[in-house]
């Protein structure tokens, strides 16, 4: 049973080697070495939750690209009760995302990602659950981000 077991990880090894596997965020310091300047337009959380993930600083380079990240969040009311007040509510993060170089667009796109929620009678916990909703939205869309800025 043992040998069996082995030769099961052995060939394991050998597909996952052989098929050209490589993590996501293996090239992740190329791209961010070669972006020169950033600026952030937008909510100022959502920007700086960006900013620190990626360790963007301004650089002094006469060569690379410039970073430019636009972004916003909305809490829509969905759906209210009979008496008129709301009973479901929809947060959406949304970050325009435009890499330039020189002064020509490089690549641009907008990362969107929302969430529908309950409402709760105790507006502190609402508070609070809407923050975390917001953090959890933003680190998908930096996720996003990361991704579209490894692509060529």
Known sequence: MNIIIKRFYYVLLLLLVSCGYEPIHLKKGDVLNSIQSFKVEGDKRI???????????NQNQTDGYKLIINSKKSIVIVSKDKTGNASTYNTTVTALVSLLNGDKIYKEQSFTSNFTYNNTKNKFE?????????????????????????RN
């Open 47 to 57: 920007n700086r939750k960006i900013v620190q993930f990626f360790n963007l600083k």
């Open 126 to 150: 609402l508070t609070q659950y809407q923050q975390d909703i917001e953090s959890n939205l933003v680190d998908t869309i930096i996720e996003e981000i990361s991704i579209f800025l490894m």
